[in-house]
């Protein structure tokens, strides 16, 4: 089993940043292809990054350019740094993983239900 467990969340105004980090327990996620989402208050859970065993990365459209996903196999850790905040980039972020060996499309990715296992989240919110 793992566990995911999110941190650096919090208040900042509009055009700021924060990093996000998720980090793994349980075993190792290296192998695991690793993703952020955010849901806002009312709306569905939506896709926002995710990265793969082998490096590669996606990105919904509205945040390409200002935020960036890494990992660190090291530590078993996945960041989420985020840049030029907006006010609609308010949610609560979490961490998701995917156990698959298998490569799909980048559009597979995007969907909650192939994930694994979820973390609880973290609140971001951007004041304007």
């Known amino acids: 089993q793992v566990q995911l467990v999110e941190s650096g969340g919090g208040l900042v105004q509009a055009g700021g940043s924060l990093r996000l980090s998720c980090a793994a327990s349980?075993?190792?996620?290296?192998?695991?292809?690793m993703a952020w989402f955010r849901q806002a208050p009312g709306k569905e859970r939506e896709f926002v990054a995710a990265?793969?065993?082998?490096?590669?990365?996606y990105y919904t459209d509205s945040v390409k350019g200002r935020f960036t996903i890494s990992r660190d196999n090291a530590k078993d850790t996945v960041y989420l740094q985020m840049n030029s905040l907006k006010p609609e980039d308010t949610a609560v972020y979490y961490c998701?993983?995917?156990?698959?060996?298998?490569?799909?499309?980048?559009?597979?990715?995007?969907?909650?239900?192939?994930?694994?296992?979820w973390g609880r989240g973290t609140q971001v919110t951007v004041s304007s």
């Open positions: 998701a993983a995917d156990r698959s060996l298998a490569y799909y499309s980048s559009t597979y990715y995007t969907q909650p239900s192939v994930y694994d296992y």
């Open positions: 349980g075993r190792t996620v290296s192998t695991y292809t």
């Open positions: 990265i793969r065993r082998s490096g590669s990365t």
